[in-house]
């Protein structure tokens, strides 16, 4: 026990000093990432308050033990505001379970390899982007394992969002008002393709002047089915995505302009192109990126959010709310040390969202807390992701050799208007596509990623 | 007003049908994956203006109108001379077409059933079906044949027929996956099969194909023509053509050469553009024409085309290439076949079997109806009472003769429509008429060479320029073919440039509400206007044969206002005709829930704001103001 020299207010201390001297490298005993590159275990980065919700409570709250309104104030500055509201307020339960020790299980196994292969290898160019330092793009994993700036820890969000090469998400999405009625379903297909920044060190068809190719079409309901987007996204962060559309009333494939993004893609869902990963948009038309804090957080990040092998369809049970269907169920665990970065939307005029406050996981550069504030900085949304390394108690889904890493469910709340959009990564939605990282010798670019795809889908 | 019981059984029939949940569903079958969802909607337009449609028998603007017919034998024309003065025997009369105006209060009372299936066997074989239904509950104040004494030829110049309208003598479809019947039709807008394998795919069946940037203005979107039976193109103007695109069987190939460009080919079954039919709400050919569809002379024909798209820098581009029938088809007159005498002339009727006319109420009484629909009909009243007689000589076995200018073109005509009303008319002073045209619709082949850029332009974030996004496209068209306005039988044939500026923009006017998205778009066409009429019949008047105008520019200016979260947006859409004509739809649309979607529009137009009503579009549907609204539960 190498912990007992230190009060419970060390790790604050040593948190808010890293945050004001810059210092990039996580960890408060120890620096973060030899320990994650030598066995992946942390335990010796952080001190058990940091690693144990029961010392951090001073036994208060415990593994197994369920998070309402009546204890919520234990881990009140655990939460983001808007999950703290959910508990104390909207009657959302969270679980609290034991934190993941193996490191590798918050990664997928590709990923975390490339990140420590490619250690150190990350710089940030003179127009603002991610080379190596003989000026190629990124080749893979974290670029920026210890950020020491907003910037730095953004790009670790940015290039791989799924931290897959090519990442498939079967999305079900419900949508409730706020009245907690059921008011808008529907399925949807996701596709990301990273040409550059990918684990396997290649650039994909020589293409290195984009970053990736990712499409999104509805299959569910009637209406919406066949809506189909293609956006495909230079590797220069300054510039816009090149956006193509397949609306079904035009019956056929048309190119949109795309710099609004911050409104649903359909009608009644919350969810907006900007939230996605936490890093929507190319990352220079945002600015004003600036760590704010570091801080232990809860975070849905452990095997437990994983819904295989208890629903056939991975979808999750719900609660809360007025009518008992606000939340799915969540399993939640302290994360010892996040990043608090916020950024504003200097690229958009009159963009509704006044700044965004992202808590990155120090460890595998992931955000656990995402919160969207208006322009009079009033709270408008949050984002909040859940991952799971898919292997539980019931069932284990292997990418490749390993399990596999993903996000598995999102609360997308805005709570001006009181709209809460909850959907699964589930096995497959309607149309039997199926979610999967893997495409084998499937040629998916040509499947889901080009305009006559778009064309296809579309019908 | 018919058809309650009908409405009620279908209504009843499609709510039985909703309660089964084979209608929405979703799963796997054999291996195969499976889903099928629908909705049904419940359509209608409310007039707003009391003028009923002037092509239809109950709305002919001379219905219930004394005129005067002031006829005559003119020695000159008889002769062929053309002489200094008038010399010959007049013969006059008033005439009161008999036909009882409409008082309409609906343009449009649809109820529509869709539902689409789609399975996917593999991951490289796939197919769609799509079904659609339509009920037509038809609360018009519809036209009786038997109420004016109307012998019409032709399937569809009796009770009005809503869908059904293969050719002059049967009902039936030219679609060959409909089926219709007189209030009621159901085709298969989809029913395709893909084969989708690295670059290639391969959509086979019914389907449509839109290409070009475009919206509504159709430069190179011609691969299929236009349904235009349900709401002509006065639905929900932001749904373009979704609607009325008719689906053609075809084999459409298409191939990603790279990722910036891609071939796409195709090759189909000639399917025609599908005008509405005689006394239906949105008729646009006068009903007092006998169209006789040639169809079977082409349906065995294909259509081809291919398109190149892609990308050079900054710059997108198409190159197309389309050869096909066209499919709006051209007009000109032909022998009406119908062996009817004129009243007190026996053997007058073999004549005009030869002829294009046919004796009957529903027909043009006077020249000056003739005058006044030849106008509103882009043709040439002068110029096709020659043809009428010189392309068929059995016409001068009754005397007529051409004629040089529009007052010996009236005295002719009225000469003509007093005799064939009983000549007793002149004794009494009141005549009869009625003598209708027919006219034939032939389809003629063309080639059309396209091609189009597009830029988007880089500004300051929420400057006009930032992410405009430009297109420019446009077609040549060498020989095309058009219908004369003088309906001979010498087709006019020209080289027919089209081109479209397209200018697309999201701008955000406030933090509060979603960006606003615009369109603005100018059309230019240099021998037709946005129909397909040709120009040289614009301009005709009750007093002038057409003075033809010189090209046809449109301009287009769309805007769509989402409200937060989607659930409402409110559209806005203008089409300007450049000689005065404006067509203004403003529209609601309300999602207020996953099952349901209601559209509200208003459609306003006006052909008259600057120039002469009969050298702009508008006035084709001029009448058609009214209210739209759909109601749609989706399952």
Known sequence: MHIKKYDTNFSRRRFMENTLKGVGAAGVLAPLWPLIANAGDVSKAYPDELLSIEMYTKGKVKPGDIITADNVEHVKELLDPIAYMHVKEMGRRIHIVEPVKDVSRIFPTEYLEATLRNQGKAVIGKDGNVYTKSGEPWIGGTPFPEPKNGVEAQYNLTLSWGRHDYSQYAVRDWDIDSSGDLSYQYDFVWTELNTTARTDGTVWKDKKDLLRYQSVFFTAPNDSAGTSFLNIWDYDQRKFPELHGYIPAFRRVRQFPTNQRFEPLVPGITLFLSDAWAAGDPLQTWGNYKIVGRQPMLGAIGSRNFHGGYHDNWEKPVHGGPKDQTFFDTYMELVPECIVVEAEPTGYARAPVGKKRVWIDARNQMYVAYVVYDRRGEMWKSFEPHYAMQDNDKMTRNDGSHPAWSWSSVHSHDIQSNRMSRFVQAKSVTGGYQSGYDPGDVDVFNKFLTIQAMQRLGG | ?635
Request: glycine share 10%.
């Open chain 2, 1 to 635: 007003m018919k058809n309650n019981n009908q409405l009620a059984t279908a209504i009843s029939l499609v709510s039985l049908g909703l309660s089964s949940a084979a209608w929405s569903a979703n799963g796997e079958l054999f291996g195969i994956d499976y889903s099928s969802s629908g909705f049904i909607r419940v359509e209608a337009a409310a007039k707003t203006v009391s003028e009923e449609n002037p092509f239809n028998q109950r709305g002919n603007v001379f219905n219930g109108v004394t005129v005067d017919r002031n006829g005559g034998v003119n020695a000159g024309t008889l002769l062929g001379l053309n002489l200094p003065f008038s010399v010959g025997l007049p013969l006059t009369d008033t005439a009161t077409r008999n036909g009882e105006q409409a008082n309409n209060d609906f343009n449009f009372t649809q109820v529509r059933l869709e539902n689409t299936l789609q399975l996917r066997f593999s991951d490289n074989w796939s197919a769609t079906a799509k079904v659609r239904g339509i009920f037509d509950a038809a609360q018009y104040d519809e036209f009786d044949p038997n109420s004016v004494n109307s012998n019409a030829a032709g399937f569809l110049y009796g009770e009005p027929n809503y869908f059904e309208y293969d050719d002059f003598e049967t009902g039936g479809v030219q679609n060959r996956l409909e089926v219709a019947g007189d209030n009621y039709m159901v085709d298969f807008p989809s029913l395709y099969l893909d084969y989708q394998n690295g670059p290639i795919l391969v959509r086979a069946g019914n389907q449509q194909i839109a290409w070009g940037q475009a919206l509504f203005f159709r430069v190179m979107d011609v691969a299929n023509g236009l349904d235009l039976r349900r709401h002509l193109i006065l639905d929900f103007a932001s749904e373009e053509y979704a609607d009325e695109r008719i689906s053609s069987p075809a084999i459409r190939v298409s191939y990603q050469l790279n990722a910036s460009w891609e071939l796409d080919m195709y090759a189909q079954a000639f399917q025609p553009t599908v005008y509405a039919n005689p006394n239906t709400p949105y008729n646009v050919i006068a009903s007092q024409f006998t169209v006789h569809d040639r169809y079977s002379d082409a349906n065995e024909e294909i259509n081809s085309g291919f398109r190149l798209k892609g990308n050079i820098g900054d710059f997108g581009l198409q190159f197309m290439y389309t050869n096909r029938y066209n499919p709006d088809g051209v007009f000109r007159w032909t022998a009406s076949n119908v062996n009817r005498d004129a009243p007190g002339i026996p053997g007058s009727g073999l004549i005009l079997s030869q002829t294009p006319l046919e004796i009957d109420p529903t027909g043009v009484w006077s020249a000056e109806e003739w005058f006044t629909y030849a106008g509103m009909a882009r043709l040439d009243g002068v110029e096709g009472l020659n043809k009428l007689i010189t392309d068929f000589p059995a016409s001068q076995l009754l005397l007529a003769r051409p004629v040089n200018g529009i007052d010996a073109a009236k005295e002719e005509l009225d000469l003509f429509f007093i005799l064939t009303g009983g000549a007793g008319s002149v004794i009494t002073g009141n005549g009869m008429g009625g003598l209708r045209g027919h006219i034939e619709r032939e389809y003629k082949r063309e080639d059309i060479f396209a091609t189009g850029f597009s830029y988007i332009f880089s500004g300051e974030p929420g400057s006009w320029l930032d992410q405009l996004i430009l297109n420019f496209e446009v077609s040549f068209t060498p020989d095309r073919t058009f219908t004369s306005p003088d309906l001979g039988q010498d087709y006019l044939v020209e080289d027919e440039f089209i081109s479209a500026l397209v200018l697309e923009k999201y701008q955000r006017f406030s933090r509060s509400f979603p960006a606003t998205y615009f369109v603005f778009q100018w059309m230019h066409r240099t021998e037709s206007d946005l129909f397909g009429r040709h120009l040289s019949g614009m301009g005709g008047t009750i007093n002038n044969a057409p003075t033809g105008v010189d090209a046809w520019d449109g301009l287009v200016l769309a805007l769509q206002q989402p409200f937060p979260g989607l659930v409402w947006r409110a559209d806005l859409s203008v089409l300007y005709d450049t000689r005065g004509g404006v067509f203004v739809q403003p529209a609601l649309k309300w999602k207020p829930s996953g099952n349901w979607n209601i559209e509200a529009f208003y459609t306003y137009i006006d052909d008259d704001i600057s120039s002469n009503a009969n050298e702009n579009i508008m006035q084709t549907f001029d009448w058609a103001e009214e209210f739209g609204l759909r109601v749609a539960y989706q399952f």
